[in-house]
């Protein structure tokens, strides 16, 4: 089976970069811009490209989040691996993918028997996250508000200790890429990276330690 999703993984990633390639960082207009996105994929071939770069990354992320989480986590490994290459590229977390991934996620963890304990977990984080953004609007963005359900929805089907490290993972994760950026002297405290990835890589930790 982990095979299998390897291969999977391999043609996904080729979506994945046709979607990080297909948004930008200050659309005209939103709702065309993923109508074309969209359609980009209905052109694009299901074969790897070199360098296989995003194919590869795919294929680890979803073989190692159903390696140590199940089946029913890897549309969230998909998708976060797939916003994680957006957000890097454009600063941006389209909903046009993520708000989509909440009822799709939650179909996907119904087998798991956990879905009212992944449904408070996705609240909880929402809310922390919307306070976060309300104090500093500047540092954190909706997008990553938005976001936040996603991974606390699937950090707390597993179990509340990984929904405590998705939570938590995310913020240490992109505070020590801050503090990287001011030592090398590559950014000041006033520069802006996107988080989403950070967050992502902190709910990808929490899945890959399982229950």
């Given amino acids: 089976m982990l095979a299998l999703l390897a291969v999977l993984g391999l043609l996904a990633g080729r979506y994945v970069r046709t979607l990080a390639g ?4 200050d659309p005209a207009d939103t709702r065309a811009e993923a109508r074309a996105a969209f359609t980009s994929l209905l052109r694009t071939p299901p074969v790897p490209a070199w360098p296989p770069g995003y194919e590869l990354a795919t294929a680890a992320v979803l073989v190692l989040v159903a390696w140590r989480s199940g089946l029913p986590y890897v549309y969230i490994a998909l998708a976060g691996v797939a916003l994680a290459a957006i957000d890097w590229r454009t600063h941006r977390l389209p909903d046009v993918i993520t708000l989509p991934s909440y009822p799709i996620l939650a179909l996907t963890l119904a087998p798991t028997g956990e879905l ?3 449904l408070l977990g996705g609240l909880a984080l929402t809310a922390l996250y ?3 953004w309300l104090v500093r ?3 954190l963005g909706l997008g990553d508000v938005k976001l936040a359900g996603l991974i606390g929805m699937a950090g707390a089907a597993l179990s509340w200790q990984a929904w ?3 939570a938590l993972g995310g913020q240490f994760l992109g505070a020590l890429y801050a503090v990287a950026l001011l030592v090398t002297g590559r950014g000041t405290r006033q520069t802006q990276f996107p988080f989403g990835p950070f967050m992502l890589l902190g709910a990808f930790t929490a899945l890959c330690l399982g229950r």
């Fill in 137 to 139: 609007p500047a540092d």
């Fill in 130 to 132: 919307g306070v976060l």
């Fill in 116 to 118: 009212p304990r992944a």
């Fill in 22 to 25: 297909a948004f930008t960082a």
């Fill in 164 to 166: 405590t490290v998705a």
